[in-house]
Each structure stands twice: as C-alpha cells, then as structure tokens.
C-alpha cells in the first residue's frame, strides 16, 4: 500500500525530473524540428521509397518489390485440394501457392457440411510441405478454407476453399 507521504514524494520526483534532464531545451527543439518537416535523417529516411509503390520504405514489407497493397508486399494466389485415401481411411490437404512460405504452415479449417449450418470440425496447420493428413468421422460431406495471411518480406498471401469431399 502506498502512503500519501509516498505519494507526494512520487508527484514531486515526476515533475522535477523532466526539468533536471532539460525537457525543455534540446529534446524540445529537436522534436519541433522534427514535427515541422525540417530537413532532417528522419524525414529523409521516411520519405524514401525505394520501388516506387507509394508506400515509404520504413513501412514497406517488401521494399524493393512494387506492389499496391497496404504492406507493400505483392499477393499471391494459393490454391487447396482435399482428397480421401481410402487405403489410410483418412483425407489429405494439399496447399500449394507458387511461393514457398505462401504453402508451407498455412492455416486451414476443416467443415463438415451439414443441412443447414456447416460446422467446423477442426483446425490447424499444414506441414512445411504444404500437406496435413486428417482422421474424421465416416459417412459425411467435408471442405476446407484456408485463411489468408502475411508473410512479412515475401508476399501477401490469398484465402483458398476446397471442393466439397464426401467421406464413405
């Protein structure tokens, strides 16, 4: 619990500090400069942008690719199959994406159809190699969404659906 005498000494050491280490002098100064778009390594380094998209390099995720999106990064389509093994009793994801990291631990949700609400049966990853294998209930109807993301220096990456798999 703190005392009203702690209190006080606390109030008073905040507004005695600033004045000690000179607030009001250089620090302030700087900051107007700053603020008012003097010519500066600040301003010069903000306003750079290296490929041209619009958006400055210290907020570009891909600073020397162009690309119209809000992080700067291009968007890259993906695309998702879902297929049943019969011999493993199991269905298998596949996300395949021309880049990479676009493919490899992309989120997925696996639904199960139902009448009038699909419901999601589970969700997860795939592998680095864009796969996951997963063990459902028999004698239903599944599909697949896989959610969009960022992958920071690389490319924005699409949402991708699969085709509705019915399970023996």
């Known amino acids: 619990m703190v005392s009203l005498r702690g209190t006080a000494r606390l109030a008073v050491l905040l507004l005695v500090l600033p004045l000690s280490l000179g607030a009001t002098?250089?620090?302030?100064?700087?900051?107007?400069?700053?603020?008012?778009?003097?010519?500066?390594?600040?301003?010069?380094?903000a306003d750079t942008d290296t490929d041209g998209d619009g958006v400055p390099?210290?907020?570009?995720?891909?600073?020397?690719?162009?690309?119209?999106?809000?992080?700067?990064?291009p968007t890259v389509s993906r695309?998702?199959?879902?297929?049943?093994?019969?011999?493993?009793?199991r269905l298998q994801l596949r996300v395949t994406s021309e880049v990479s990291a676009c493919s490899s631990r992309a989120r997925f949700v696996l639904w199960r159809v139902r009448p009038h609400a699909d419901f999601k049966q589970l969700g997860g990853n795939v592998s680095y190699a864009g796969r996951?294998?997963?063990?459902?209930p028999r004698g239903a109807r599944y599909y697949v969404t896989v959610a969009p993301s960022y992958s920071p220096g690389v490319a924005e990456c699409g949402?991708?659906?699969?085709?509705?798999?019915r399970v023996p």
Not at 82 to 89: E, V
Not at 159 to 165: D, I, N
Request: with cysteine; charged share 20%.
């Open 25 to 45: 002098g250089a620090a302030e100064a700087a900051w107007s400069a700053y603020a008012d778009g003097a010519p500066g390594a600040h301003a010069r380094a």
């Open 132 to 136: 996951a294998r997963l063990k459902v």
């Open 57 to 73: 390099d210290a907020g570009d995720g891909c600073p020397t690719v162009a690309a119209a999106t809000p992080t700067g990064c």
């Open 79 to 89: 695309s998702a199959s879902l297929r049943w093994l019969a011999g493993k009793h």
């Open 159 to 165: 949402k991708a659906t699969t085709r509705t798999v």
